[in-house]
């Protein structure tokens, strides 16, 4: 039968263990001998080689452990502030196609989720109205261009005081107005994507394209071939994903931190709500001034580097940084969690010499901070010392060490 794999932890706190039962057992056997020899004195307490709330090592352990010592270190580090957020397209990303006037559908073959260019042909309508504006305008060019002849005419005749002045007034007014409404006319066909330059040969379409205005992928398709579509009707939706933003909802208390330019760093939260191993970074660009009715607010930062593929509405957790400061600091790992208090283990004592050097470690409570690339905010009591041996690695080998102890001597 094979044996089970055994942690380093709980083989180090085995070995602490039996290490101190084999001290027990030889001290007992000393105390006995000198029972023998000498009867001890009465009232006076027995002495004890490990103080309650410590650990101790001999040095074998402590190498086995890898425990490493350092000391305080002062840090510039963040102020962050965490919040959860979504993905959202700009206004001018985001796009509601519709059409002046209706029409019957004659072709579209878009879902959701297709991607489109700037100016592809999105669907193409069918209206007796297309066919009226483009008569229209072609009928009041022929009779602007008559108009303009006209004119000319009267007002060489009136230079030569052969004609009537009111004549010349006449075809004044007749031209702005003919002017005035060609204009109209081509205006109306532009809003149908038809220019005016296409109907010079006489040539008329009882037909228009919808084209797409941006490019990007279509979110919305609520329409089929031969359905009647009002005007101004949505007929289509389009997002362009490439520069979404961030929406990052922030408590009142905090926004106060938050500045315009500031770094972002984001996580999406995939399948399970777990956050994204990959992390993205970016920079506040703006902080809206208006409180929402749960006292929160909304801030938007850019993406640097945005991954392809990304969606408007994807949940998100982000980390703002705020002012830096100097701190005192020490490495995450040196920080150990004992129920609900955060504590480091300090060097207390070392003595003896060569194979018999034995280490004692105290576990000393502490308040902590902002973390930021591996290192930690500390707040150290008052009595402990800027300058004592903290343990930097290995901390949570003591403590396991230091509960089995506690439970054997129980």
């Not at 941006?214 to 031969?226: D, K, Q, W």
């Not at 990052?248 to 709500?273: H, M, N, Y």
């Not at 929402?292 to 580097?305: E, F, K, P, W």
């Not at 408007?312 to 005192?328: D, R």
């Amino acid at each position: 039968m094979n044996h089970p794999f055994v942690s380093r932890r709980l083989w180090l706190a085995l070995f602490i263990v039996l290490s101190s039962q084999t001290a027990c057992q030889q001290e007992d056997k000393s105390s006995k001998s000198s029972e023998t020899a000498a009867p001890a004195k009465t009232g006076e307490p027995a002495e004890s080689k490990e103080e309650a709330g410590t650990v101790e090592l001999s040095e074998t352990q402590f190498q086995t452990a890898g425990i490493r010592l350092g000391s305080l270190e002062t840090r510039t580090l963040s102020n962050l502030i965490r919040v959860n957020g979504s993905l959202n397209a700009p206004p001018q990303q985001q796009v509601s196609v519709s059409t002046p006037y209706g029409g019957i559908l004659v072709s579209s073959s878009l879902l959701p989720g297709t991607a489109v260019r700037k100016g592809q042909v999105l669907a193409v309508l069918e209206n007796p109205e297309f066919i009226r504006l483009q008569q229209d305008y072609l009928e009041t060019s022929s009779r602007l261009t008559f108009q303009e002849q006209e004119y000319e005419r009267q007002r060489e005749l009136s230079q030569q005081n052969v004609g009537a002045l009111k004549t010349l007034q006449q075809a004044t007014a007749e031209l702005g107005t003919l002017r005035a409404r060609a204009e109209g006319l081509r205006q109306q066909l532009a809003l149908l994507g038809i220019p005016s330059s296409v109907l010079k040969g006489g040539k008329i379409s009882r037909t228009v394209a919808i084209r797409a205005p941006i490019g990007g992928t279509v979110t919305v398709a609520g329409v089929n071939r031969g359905r009647y579509v009002a005007a101004n009707d949505v007929l289509f939706e389009i997002v362009d994903a490439s520069r979404l933003l961030a929406q990052l909802t922030v408590f009142e208390g905090d926004v106060a931190q938050v500045q315009v330019g500031k770094r972002v760093r984001i996580s999406f939260i995939g399948p399970g709500g777990a956050a994204m191993p990959r992390e993205y970074t970016g920079r506040i660009r703006l902080i809206n001034r208006e409180t929402n009715a749960d006292r929160t607010v909304s801030v938007y930062a850019s993406l640097d580097n945005a991954p392809s593929g990304l969606r408007p509405g994807t949940f998100l957790k982000a980390v703002i940084e705020t002012t830096s400061q100097p701190v005192p600091a020490l490495p995450e790992a040196a920080i150990v969690q004992s129920g609900n208090q955060s504590q480091i283990f300090v060097l207390e004592e070392k003595e003896g010499q060569g194979e018999g050097v034995r280490y004692r470690f105290r576990p000393i409570p502490v308040r902590i901070g902002v973390a930021e690339n591996g290192y930690q905010a500390v707040t150290l009591p008052a009595g402990l010392k800027p300058g004592n041996r903290i343990v930097i690695a290995g901390a949570y080998d003591l403590l396991s060490a230091m509960n089995n102890t506690e439970e054997e001597g129980e």
